[in-house]
Every structure is written in structure tokens, then in C-alpha cells.
């Protein structure tokens, strides 16, 4: 599992980062001042929201439904973690606000990586149920996510903005294949702790379900509260919803060492494509209607 969390984890978050990065230009960015409202709540709900939503519930869980500590851990480290590439995907084909989408990701991506050691220190010395305390150091892990993350999207943006044609054309192809990179890496992930999963199946999928359906209620009615458009209530519901999955099993596996801390965020990394699935399914359907 060393080569597996050490080598092969990190290559293909960097990977998928740089996909997103090939779709990325200056531009996007510019986008948040053209779009300030609607930046200004999908960041909120994706910053600040759904991280205390993540300690909320997480807290109950390990209080009235025996949920141990180490999983509490894990999913305050997914609700920490910003959007990925398949929120993005989701969107387009859910004919969403794919660039406040792009913009939410990319902008909460850079943040995250400060944001998310101290907010995976908070939840370890909040549920301090470990023999052993395990402590995330901040300058490893901002410069382990900086070089994981960050850096892998500039240089897509650099061979964006150099070979436009070559990204173009490969940019949907390596989105493709960065979202099955995910899909395997939560399947394998899922797969190595099965007996594990299923020893506490009545504790953690309840917990990681009620995070990913309580953060996309909350982002349809925040957008309706605030009058954003349909695009943009698409694309603002995705994004809270479907978190960066490779990165919580990144932090969990690789940074911290402990598969209990992977395993909430692989599981919520599943039940976000059926949630999200349907979603885009009813979205697709109403659209069709509007149609005819």
C-alpha cells in the first residue's frame, strides 16, 4: 500500500489537477467580479458552510450514534476539501454555470491549501479519541498540497495559454480519463477496507449520506434565497456537493497515515455520484420538458 499512497495516489491527483488546469485561462478568474454574488455565496457555502456542517455532524454522529473518532476526522476532512473535476463535468452536462463552476473549483482550490490543515488540526484535537494523537504538520502538508494540486494546474494553464490547440483536443479526453482515475482509486480505496466498511456500515454511511444530502439541500435553497439564476443554482449545488474525493483520501492516506480517516471520504466520494446522478438525471428531465 506504500507505493499505492506514497507514489501512485499523489501522481494521479496531480493528474486530475492538471485536466482541470488544461481547461483553466486568466480569464476564469476575472469571472468572480462579473459574477460577485454568485462567487460570493458558492464560496461561503463551500468555505466556511460545509466545513462546520461537517464538524455538526460529525459531532452528533460521534455523540448519539457511537461513531468513533477517526471517523469523525474523516469526514470533517471531506466536507474541508473543495470541488474537483467532476463537479465541473456535472455541471456541463446538467447545463449549468460552467465557468462559476471552473471559478469555484480553481479559487477554492488554491485556498484549501490553507485552509485544510487547520481545519483537519481542528477536527483531531476536537475528537481526541486516539491513543496515539496524530498531529497534520502545516508547512509539510501545505507544500506537499501545493506541489499536488497547485502547481499541477499552472502548468496546465501554461500549456493552455502555449499550445491552445493541443489542450483543446485533449482536455476533454483527460477529463474523461481523470474521472475514471477517481472512480478507481474510491473503488480500490473502498475495496482494500471492505470488512472494515461493513463492520460500521450502520454508523458511517448515514453520517457521510446526511453531509452530502444536507450540503446540496442548502446550496439549492441559499441559491433560490439569493435569486440566482438556473445556471447558476446548477452549478453552485454541484459544486457543494461533489467534493474533491482524491484529495480527502490524499490527506487521510498519504499525509496522515490512517485508513480510518480515508474511509468516510471514499465513501461519501460514492454516494455523491448516485446523489449527484440523480440530480443531473432531474435536471436533464426538466430541461426536456421545458422543451416540448
Not at 485536466?19 to 455565496?41: C, E, H, N, Q, Y
Not at 500549456?159 to 490547440?165: N, T, W, Y
Not at 485508513?259 to 468516510?264: A, C, D, S, T
Not at 449527484?276 to 435536471?283: A, H, W
Amino acid at each position: 500500500m506504500n507505493i499505492i499512497t506514497q507514489i501512485l495516489l499523489p501522481l494521479i491527483l496531480a493528474f486530475i489537477m492538471f485536466s482541470m488546469g488544461l481547461s483553466l485561462v486568466v480569464d476564469d478568474f476575472k469571472r468572480i467580479t462579473r459574477f460577485p454574488k454568485a462567487f460570493a455565496i458558492g464560496f461561503f457555502l463551500q468555505v466556511i458552510s460545509l466545513p462546520l456542517l461537517g464538524f455538526l455532524i460529525a459531532y452528533l454522529w460521534t455523540t448519539y450514534f457511537n461513531l468513533s473518532p477517526s471517523y469523525a476526522v474523516g469526514l470533517v476532512i471531506i466536507a474541508a476539501c473543495p470541488g474537483g473535476v467532476t463537479s465541473n463535468l456535472m455541471v456541463h452536462l446538467g447545463k449549468g454555470d460552467t465557468a462559476l463552476s471552473i471559478s469555484l473549483t480553481a479559487v477554492i482550490s488554491a485556498i484549501t491549501l490553507f485552509t485544510l490543515p487547520f481545519i483537519v488540526n481542528l477536527s483531531l484535537s476536537t475528537f481526541n479519541g486516539f491513543t496515539n494523537p496524530v498531529q497534520l504538520d502545516i508547512s509539510k502538508t501545505v507544500i506537499g498540497i501545493f506541489l499536488i494540486t497547485t502547481v499541477p494546474v499552472f502548468i496546465g494553464m501554461i500549456v493552455h495559454a502555449k499550445k491552445k490547440e493541443f489542450a483543446d483536443t485533449w482536455e476533454p479526453r483527460f477529463r474523461k480519463m481523470a474521472a475514471i482515475f477517481f472512480i478507481i482509486i474510491v473503488l480500490a480505496a473502498v475495496a482494500k477496507d471492505w470488512s472494515l466498511l461493513i463492520s460500521t456500515f450502520s454508523t458511517i454511511v448515514p453520517s457521510t449520506l446526511v453531509l452530502n444530502l444536507s450540503t446540496m439541500i442548502i446550496a439549492l435553497l441559499a441559491s433560490k434565497i439569493f435569486s440566482l439564476n438556473e445556471g447558476q443554482k446548477r452549478a453552485i449545488t454541484f459544486e457543494c456537493g461533489l467534493q474533491n474525493g482524491t484529495l480527502a483520501i490524499f490527506v487521510a492516506l498519504t499525509l496522515l497515515g490512517n485508513k480510518e480517516f480515508m474511509l468516510p471520504g471514499a465513501i461519501y466520494s460514492l454516494l455523491m455520484f448516485i446523489s449527484g446522478g440523480i440530480y443531473l438525471l432531474s435536471l436533464i428531465k426538466k430541461d426536456k420538458m421545458l422543451k416540448a
